[in-house]
């Protein structure tokens, strides 16, 4: 891939060893840039790695054109008179030292809150649990990857004592005899992972893909189940029953391995699977073919991702699926797992190192007294001085509608449009007294910034990540950083020094904070103390746990027991639940949301590739021809889309492969495309997720005919 952009000096040419920013998988490439009197180009390699064996997808190979465009923020910006203005490092820290002060002095500690994103490296992660705990003092921090894996990690840790992506390694993937993608649309979100699921296939793999849509997904499946959106626990349940009345249970597994089976199997019995049949839209049929593949196979494992889980019964939707896995005894042996499949580029390791509400580094917890004693000595503070939990991501913008968080720094992130309700989120952030936003664009979110701090990008950024199996990647990243943008990290540090607490923040590398990370991780469930720079470089990744530099991982885990006391996992029945917000007459249709494959996230960097924003440079909204003919809507046309919270408008795209009582809008827009401004802010009870992929709408035409 090439691009000319105008010219710079000196001429030459430079190699840029780093990784893809974007999804889970973590690709490894090199940006080569060419310089003549006339010109600059960049190629893209795609570097050989166990994760993606070489491969690259669209939005790896044009990543480098967000990180060089015109667009980026390259000096500190305050907002005066409501237009944005350059001004010195010096002066924006003054102002954030004095503001900050201020309203500490004024209201209390928690008065400012933190709120940092899932593409963070680790280090950065850290640091800002460390930042907002120890230089801020404050118990209110959490991040996007709440609305990303929190259901699939509280489930994790519940059934198995540990929450890491894969249970095993993603060369294990051919080996399976039979694969559940639930909610998962590798296809388009980690299309560098599909080559696997083709093996697979090749090597006699029967293929289940529960999805309401058609995607590129589905197009490999044996059987695709087109389930209705917020009911996939129940579609679980109902495979579960099958497996238990044809008898297709390792009894032997259960036995030794697990706990809780006897309140399932009552639990089963109960069931109805006509019923389910009628809560799910599939056919008993159906069920019965999935559950039976799944459970005669002799290796089988199973995926689940944002479909499943961003329901407001996302955490039991999840645990459902991991019956299945337990009942089978598909566990802890080479073609036989689960995964949580990742959708932010550190998705897993953003959440183990403490910019969570509720936890420390090494995935320890904050209201655990021994957890905060370890902690604190390796921080060098007294335990007591350690705020306490803090609330989820959506719930810190209700507290900022609510005026209890008067002020906000955030890193990372985009709230206005990843936020449920995004029309009460950005009435909440123009409430506040002073809200600082580092980040490379003036985001949606950034344009309400009272003050925006320019940060390096990936290219320029070094620092781990932790992939979708667990494995922990070092990005190599030796691009000069333009301008005055300064890495994430070191705008911590120079903030927290302003605060007078600079003795705990003397970090000059990269490195450097990661070796603390190491040691505050030690004895953890995430445990990287075994893990080095020197040894990432040579290993090119290394599995967690790690506890020891001798340690040697396969990256399978559960192969003799769980992470819980005694060993066993634990099994737990789970209840057929409706949709959190039913369809009616004034709101006839399902919403679900989801990703495109151009596009990632918010859109804040990808809508800056001009590659990538000329294949799907507006959002569009997926429905079948007979739906849409009801209501009077034309293929290609515009529509508002609404819900009980707001309005967008985005244009129709005939799908005839969709359930007709569902429509698709993915979630990479905003401003009035923002899909997120009529999704459901109804939180899961256990993970606090919001209930993105089902709420009811209303869709009508802006030029009726």
């Not at 998988?25 to 960049?42: G, L, T």
């Not at 002060?101 to 680790?122: A, F, K, M, P």
């Not at 607490?501 to 990661?514: D, L, M, P, T």
């Not at 495109?596 to 960097?605: C, E, F, I, P, R």
Request: aromatic share 8%; charged share 25%.
């Amino acid at each position: 891939m090439e691009s000319n952009v105008k010219a710079l000096e000196p001429q030459g040419t430079s190699v840029f060893d780093t990784q893809c920013p974007f999804c889970s998988v973590q690709c490894k490439m090199q940006v080569v840039e060419e310089r003549n009197r006339a010109q600059v180009s960049y190629t893209v390699i795609p570097k050989p790695n166990a994760a993606s064996e070489g491969r690259l997808c669209i939005k790896g190979m044009n990543a480098y054109q967000h990180a060089l465009t015109a667009e980026r923020i390259l000096h500190p910006m305050a907002k005066v008179d409501g237009q944005f203005v350059q001004i010195s490092w010096e002066e924006a820290y003054r102002r954030i030292i004095h503001k900050f002060t201020e309203l500490r002095n004024r209201y209390s500690y928690d008065s400012i809150g933190v709120y940092g994103g899932g593409s963070l490296t680790n280090e950065t992660a850290y640091l800002l649990g460390k930042f907002a705990r120890v230089a801020l003092q404050t118990k209110y921090i959490d991040y996007n990857g709440r609305f990303c894996m929190s259901a699939a990690a509280s489930a994790g840790n519940k059934t198995f004592g540990m929450d890491r992506g894969l249970t095993n390694p993603l060369s294990d993937i051919p080996l399976a005899k039979c694969i559940i993608l639930a909610g998962t649309n590798i296809a388009e979100c980690q299309p560098t992972l599909m080559p696997y699921f083709t093996r697979a296939k090749e090597n006699g793999a029967y293929v289940i893909v529960i999805d309401p849509r058609e995607t590129g997904t589905t197009a490999i499946a044996d059987l695709h189940l087109k389930v209705m959106p917020g009911m996939d626990a129940a579609l679980a349940n109902g495979l579960q029953k099958v497996l238990l009345e044809e008898g297709l249970l390792d009894k032997e597994f259960l036995s030794d391995r697990t706990a809780g089976f006897e309140k399932l199997k009552s639990h089963l019995q109960q069931l109805d699977l006509n019923e389910i049949a009628e809560l799910t839209g599939v056919s008993v049929e159906d069920i019965r073919k999935a559950a039976i593949a799944y459970g005669k196979a002799a290796t089988g494992m199973v995926f689940t991702a944002r479909g499943v889980e961003q329901q407001t019964d996302g955490y039991m939707a999840v645990r459902s699926f991991l019956n299945l896995v337990l009942m089978t005894g598909k566990i802890g042996k080479p073609g036989s797992g689960y995964g949580a499949v990742t959708g932010q580029g550190n998705g897993q390791g953003g959440r183990e190192h403490g910019q969570k509400a509720d936890q420390l580094p090494g995935y320890r917890m904050i209201d655990n007294p021994e957890h905060r004693a370890y902690v604190a000595g390796v921080w060098g503070i007294d335990p007591s001085t350690l705020p306490g939990k803090g609330v989820s991501a959506y719930e810190m913008m209700e507290k900022v509608h609510a005026e209890e968080i008067r002020a906000l720094i955030i890193m990372g992130s985009n709230p206005i449009v990843s936020n449920p309700n995004a029309n009460f989120v950005e009435e909440g952030l123009k409430k506040l007294d002073y809200l600082v936003v580092a980040d490379m664009f003036l985001s949606e979110t950034a344009q309400l910034a009272d003050l925006i701090l320019p940060v390096s990008a990936y290219i320029e950024n070094e620092g781990t990540l932790t992939n979708m199996e667990g494995r922990v990647l070092l990005r190599e990243a030796n691009r000069p950083v333009p301008g005055e943008a300064k890495h994430d990290w070191q705008i911590l540090c120079d903030i927290a020094e302003g605060l007078g607490k600079g003795e705990y923040f003397g970090f000059r590398s990269a490195e450097s904070i990661f070796n603390e990370l190491r040691l505050a991780s030690k004895g953890g469930i995430a445990d990287y103390y075994g893990i080095t720079y020197d040894r990432l470089r040579e290993e090119e990744g290394v599995y967690w746990p790690c506890p020891s530099a001798a340690h040697k991982s396969t990256g399978r885990i559960f192969e003799a027991e769980f992470a819980h006391p005694g060993g066993k996992a634990e099994i737990v029945s789970v209840d057929n639940h409706l949709p959190d917000e039913p369809t009616d007459e004034q709101y006839p249709l399902i919403l679900t949301t989801g990703r495109a494959l151009t596009h990632y996230l918010t859109g804040v960097q990808t809508r800056r590739s001009h590659s990538l924003a000329a294949r799907d440079f507006e959002s569009y909204m997926e429905i079948h021809p007979r739906t849409a003919r009801k209501q009077g809507i034309k293929d290609a046309s515009l529509v508002r889309l609404q819900s009980r919270r707001g309005d967008i408008v985005v244009r129709s795209r005939y799908r005839a492969d969709i359930r007709e009582d569902t429509v698709f809008v993915p979630m990479h827009w905003g401003d009035i495309q923002n899909v997120n401004k009529i999704t459901n802010p109804a939180l899961d009870p256990t993970c606090r997720m919001p209930g993105f992929k089902s709420c009811a709408v209303n869709v009508v035409s802006l030029f009726p005919q």
